[in-house]
């Protein structure tokens, strides 16, 4: 993003340039639009991206690495104020909806391999004091009936959720649009 300076904002009548309309691109412009500030978004493909592409994963906890300590702290606050976001979005672009589902998350385990990666990192989870729970391959089928019966075991975390991208991104431009984002 890039902020112009006061005598960029008199030549263009534009507080601020976002550059790159994706999901970040395009929330940056609605919030700083609905601070009142004059904002032009310059992207020629506006809410395409990676979030065609992206699964919508907002887990925080199953998604967890070694090393990252740090930025879960600040994934752990971002997902517990998307209940927040996405109801005013849904608002704020007109009641469109954007796939937000608070429906936990599992993650399972198809070898020894998987199962041996899902048990460390459930450990490292236990560590950093988060809530999740394993399950043996019997406990995830009873969730999910469809699971392969080879499924040797999975991790249960209650408090990651999932979105839909490709929703988000035409609620976020419609909400630019109505905000007055100029795009
Ligand atoms: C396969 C896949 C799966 C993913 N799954 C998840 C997931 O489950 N959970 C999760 O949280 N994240 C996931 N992500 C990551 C997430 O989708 C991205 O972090 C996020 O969408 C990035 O948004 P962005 O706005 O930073 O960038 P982008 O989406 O890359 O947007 C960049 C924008 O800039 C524009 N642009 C490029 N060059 C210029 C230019 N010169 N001038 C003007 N505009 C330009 C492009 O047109 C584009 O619209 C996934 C990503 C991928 C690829």
């Known amino acids: 993003m890039h902020s112009s300076g006061t ?3 008199s030549r263009t009548g534009t507080d601020v340039l976002v550059i790159g309309g994706g999901l970040i691109g395009l929330v940056t412009a609605w919030r700083a639009a609905r601070r009142g500030l004059r904002v032009a978004l310059a992207d020629p493909d506006p809410g395409g991206g990676a979030a065609r592409v992206a699964a919508g994963m907002l887990a925080a906890v199953t998604e967890l690495h070694y090393g990252e300590e740090t930025l879960l ?6 997902a517990a104020r998307y209940p927040e976001f996405a109801a005013e979005l849904a608002e704020a672009s007109g009641g469109l909806d954007i796939g937000y589902r608070a429906c936990g998350t599992l993650a399972v385990a198809l070898d020894a391999d998987d199962r041996l990666h ?6 490292l989870q236990r560590r950093c004091g988060l809530d999740s729970q394993w399950l ?3 406990e995830c089928r009873r969730l999910e009936p469809m699971l392969a019966p080879g499924v040797r075991g999975g991790l249960r975390v209650d408090g990651d959720h999932q979105v839909d991208p490709r929703r988000l991104a035409a609620a976020l431009l419609a909400a630019c649009e109505r905000a007055g984002v100029a795009v």
């Not at 702290?73 to 971002?78: D, K």
């Open 73 to 78: 702290g600040l994934n752990v606050a971002s």
């Open 7 to 9: 005598s960029g904002a």
């Open 118 to 123: 899902l048990r460390e990192l459930h450990a």
């Open 136 to 138: 043996t391959g019997r």
